[in-house]
């Protein structure tokens, strides 16, 4: 795929302003696309957009194709008229800088089931929700059920379910299906919205240049509809519970390594059907975006196998993926997709070699983090110098500390003057000299997180690989903080370094 010489910005959704407690489709959202174009700039990158479990994160998703349904605007519900003004009630004390999901939820929550109510009292758009339904049903009927008999146990994971609907004997299906019918059908409302909503706002951002990026993690949640649906394709034992489970081992984001805990893929059995449910899911991840990042495009050359139940990620094992193999079928399929891989990490030399070749034949330029880069080596391969034009530039990602608070709080002594001398800079707005070495390299995409476009410090920061809970996933950007002065600023970067649209 040809990438033209770009750049753009990292901001999920869901850390957007708005008067709802999470970011959303709303105008801010429309507001956030204006201030891209504004700024010259023509990506917009976001995190996985499918709903979150575990610890709310977007990496940890009840379903491969589903929408967040936290998402959905409440105030684009009132102008489709699912909603009204009068349905919105009181509503918690949200903070304007942090997501406070426990109290999102249950209000975020209950004006979506208003809005179906209100819909299921009226005749409007009935035509359209049953199209939505129809075209979506390979996965939509699955994911829709799997949630009405997740909240009919409390919340329980799947595997705690009688053993009639863990492996789904089809009379029991049948029966939920019945007894569960309107929260079913409810779920599916919910993600008609959901795609009603980001489609318009997809098009929007098109419409002016916007390309979005978005974001498929290669391993799916133990606690979803896609592991419950489809349990032959994973290494699971005769009782369906895993054997194996996924994650990195020690790096430089954890000394005991990353125990993610996916299940694994058998790449085998997927083989066999020409990796059906996978040409999918890349068909639905190109509905929602232009362009698409591949969370660990590393694993499907070799990945880590960790055994079930182990406390680290420390004693696993390499495993080979499916490698070209694999990208030639898709390819064959859906034609040249345009995908980044996230080739980070610890490689030895066979691995290095095999993902470069990978990457090659496909075109699948590969993240280039400056964050990573001041460690005093010149032939260090994320300093811009030894970058290849087929390569996305980052000054920090969604796991990374803010710049600053890398500048201030992370990096050594050591690295801190190397940046120094290697910027030729007093770093005292290390935020915004990261930004320019991106924007100057000759990577043909550049890509900054919101946070250091606003120079934010370490209390910004979206994730910390290998933690859990708050404040992870919870950082919101506070109104108008992306004003004009920024995007003069921005694009005038952009401009010098012919990145402009």
């Known amino acids: 795929m040809v990438f033209p010489r770009s750049s753009g910005i990292l901001l999920h959704p869901t850390s957007l302003p708005s008067p709802f407690g999470i970011g959303d489709f709303g105008q801010t959202a429309y507001d956030f696309v204006d201030f891209l174009s504004s700024a010259g700039q023509s990506c917009w990158q976001v995190l996985p957009l499918s709903p979150t479990g575990y610890a709310d994160s977007p990496y940890q998703g009840l379903s491969a194709f589903a929408g967040n349904p936290m998402l959905i605007s409440p105030a684009k519900l009132i102008e489709a008229g699912h909603l009204t003004e009068s349905d919105l009630g009181s509503q918690p004390e949200f903070q304007d800088h942090n997501i406070d999901f426990g109290r999102l939820i249950p209000y975020k929550t209950r004006l979506l089931d208003r809005a179906f109510a209100n819909f299921k009292a009226s005749s409007r758009q009935v035509e359209a929700f049953g199209h939505f339904c129809q075209e979506n049903a390979c996965w939509l009927d699955d994911f829709a059920l799997f949630l009405a008999i997740k909240e009919n146990h409390g919340l329980e994971p799947w595997s705690n379910w009688e053993p009639e609907l863990r492996t789904r004997e089809p009379d029991a299906l049948a029966h939920s299906r019945s007894a569960l019918a309107a929260t079913t059908e409810n779920h599916k409302f919910r993600q008609w919205q959901f795609f009603t909503q980001w489609g318009a706002l997809k098009s929007y951002a098109n419409n002016r240049g916007i390309r979005i990026i978005g974001d ?94 182990a406390a680290t990620a420390i004693h696993g094992r390499w495993l080979y993926g499916p490698g070209a193999q694999f990208f030639r079928t898709v390819t064959e399929a859906l034609g040249e997709v345009a995908i980044i891989a996230e080739d980070l990490g610890d490689f030895d030399d066979e691995s290095r070699t095999a993902i470069d070749a990978l990457q090659d034949e496909f075109g699948y330029p590969g993240m280039r983090v400056l964050q990573f880069a001041f460690n005093g080596n010149p032939r260090d391969p994320f300093l811009p110098h030894n970058y290849s034009h087929d390569s996305i530039a980052y000054t920090g990602t969604h796991d990374n500390n803010t710049s600053i608070g890398w500048f201030q709080n992370d990096a050594t002594e050591q690295n801190r003057d190397f940046a120094r001398r290697y910027l030729h800079s007093d770093c005292a707005d290390i935020a915004w000299d990261l930004i320019r070495l991106a924007w100057s390299s000759v990577a043909h995409t550049a890509i900054t997180t919101a946070q250091d476009l606003l120079s934010l410090g370490k209390d910004a920061r979206m994730n910390t690989p290998g933690t859990i809970g708050a404040p992870n996933w919870g950082w919101r950007m506070k109104p108008g903080a992306l004003n004009e002065r920024v995007a003069l600023r921005l694009r005038e970067l952009t401009t010098i370094y012919g990145r402009l649209p």
Do not use: K
Request: glycine share 8%; proline share 7%.
């Open 216 to 309: 498929i993690p290669i391993f799916v949640s133990l606690d979803s509809a896609d592991v419950w649906a489809n349990p032959g394709v994973y290494c699971f034992d005769a009782d369906l519970t895993p054997t194996a489970v996924s994650g990195v081992p020690p790096d430089y984001f954890s000394e005991t390594g990353q125990l993610w805990g996916h299940p694994l893929y058998r790449w085998d059995v997927m083989a066999q059907n020409g990796y059906a449910w996978w040409i999918a899911r890349f068909r639905m991840a190109l509905r929602q975006a232009d362009v698409l990042r591949i969370d660990h495009f590393r694993g499907f050359h070799n990945y880590w196998e960790v055994p079930a139940g």
